[in-house]
C-alpha cells in the first residue's frame, strides 16, 4: 500500500514531495543563475524514505552536475549538458559559446493524487544563438511510496522534437573518440559520499565493468557519511525503449564520482530529421539500505509499467 504524499508548488521555481515528513523530491525548474553550467530544470535533493540525501548538487569537479537531470553532451556542435566541452585533438575548452540550455515554457497537465504526482511539462531546447532546435514534452511521475519496502519510484519520460530546419546529430565524448566518456542522456549525480559504492546488474554482472554495456537495469549501492545506513538506486528501462530511435548503453562511475547515465549515444551519433521526434521512458527508485540483485529483481518485477 502506498503512503500518501504532500506536493507542493512554488510557482516559477519548483515542486516539492513529501511523505511521512521527509523531502524525497524537489524538481526545480526555474532558470539556473549560470549560463555555463547550460540552464536546464534538475531533480535535486533526492532522499531516501529516512530521510537520506541521494543525489550530488554543484560538486567541485562538475558544478554543472545538479542531481538528475535531462542532458545531451553533443548536440550538432553545441553542449547541453553543461561545463568544458570535449573537442577532438584537443581534449576539453571551455567553449561558452557552444553551450545550450533548456528552457521551461510550462505545465500541460498537473495532477495530484493521495499517493501519486503527475505532470507534463513542456519545454524548449535553444542553441547559445537563441536559435530554438527542439521542442520537449516531459512526463514525470512520483508514485508507490512504500514504507514497509523502503522504496519510492520517479518515471521520466521524453517525447523530444526537432523544430530546426536541419538534422540534429546527438552524440557524445566517445562517439567522437574519447574512450569510455559516452555520458549524454538522463543523468544521475550521487553525493561525495557515495564514490566507491557498489554497482549491481542483472545475469551477476556489475562493478564499473558494466560502462559501455547494455542491461535493462543497473543499481548503485551507496553508504552514507554521518550515519549507519547505505541506500540503493535503481536505474530501469521501460519495455518499449527496446524500439526507440537508438539503443541506449549505461554510463557508470563509481570511485571518483558516483554517476549513471541512460546513455543514448554512446558509441555511435544518430540523427533526428527536421520535424521528427524520438521517445525514452526511464524509472529511478530510491530505497533505503543494501539491496542485492534478488529483492531488485522481485521489486521491479512487482512493481508494473
Known sequence: MSEPITVTHRHGERITVESGGVELLSYVYKPDPVAYEARKPYAHPLRTLSGNLVSGYRPHDHRWHKGIQMTASHLSGQNFWGGHTYVPGAWYQDLPGRIGSMRHDGFAEFTVEEDRLAFRELLTWIENGGAEWASERRDLVVHS??????????????????VRGEPLVFGSPTAEGRELAGYTGLHWRGPRDFGGGEILAPDGRGGEEMMGRQ???LAFVGEHDGVDAHATLIFAHAPENADAIHESHWFVRSHGTPTVAFSWAFFEEFALAP???FAYRYRVVVADGAWDRERIERYLKALEW
Open 145 to 162: 511510496v512504500d514504507a514497509e519496502e523502503g522504496a519510492w519510484a520517479l518515471d521520466w519520460a521524453i517525447e523530444l522534437t526537432n
Open 215 to 217: 542491461a535493462p537495469w
Open 275 to 277: 520535424g521528427a521526434s
